[in-house]
């Protein structure tokens, strides 16, 4: 079994910054593609950024680029997710995922919330 542990989020100012952690912990070792997908109340699940066994190559989508960045280490077993700049549009639930041998979104952490508001 593979567990996830998300951590970091809270409620912040819009033009602040985070820094997103994903502990995990089983099969892992770090040799496979994390990513990072959040959604907003009412919609739909979206990612948000991917990365690399090895930490270099790193896929954003379009509207993330600039503002997150994704990176990991590989000793620890943990991914992260910077994202500055935050706007109220931000808000949302943020979920780590690892992939899995088939090349799918295997596991999943039970998210944690980031809410931007004055």
């Known amino acids: 079994q593979v567990q996830l542990i998300e951590s970091g989020g809270g409620l912040v100012q819009p033009g602040a910054s985070l820094r997103l952690t994903c502990a995990a912990s089983?099969?892992?070792?770090?040799?496979?593609?994390m990513g990072w997908f959040r959604q907003a109340p009412g919609k739909e699940r979206e990612f948000v950024a991917a990365?690399?066994?090895?930490?270099?190559?790193?896929n954003y989508a379009d509207s993330m680029k600039g503002r997150f960045t994704i990176s990991k280490d590989n000793a620890k077993n943990t991914a992260y997710l910077q994202v500055n700049s935050l706007n109220p549009e931000d808000t949302a639930v943020y979920y780590c995922?690892?992939?899995?041998?088939?090349?799918?979104?295997?596991?999943w952490g039970q998210g944690t919330q980031v809410t931007v508001s004055s």
């Open positions: 995922a690892q992939e899995g041998d088939a090349g799918t979104w295997a596991y």
């Open positions: 089983g099969r892992t070792s770090g040799r496979y593609v």
């Open positions: 990365i690399s066994w090895d930490g270099g190559k790193a």
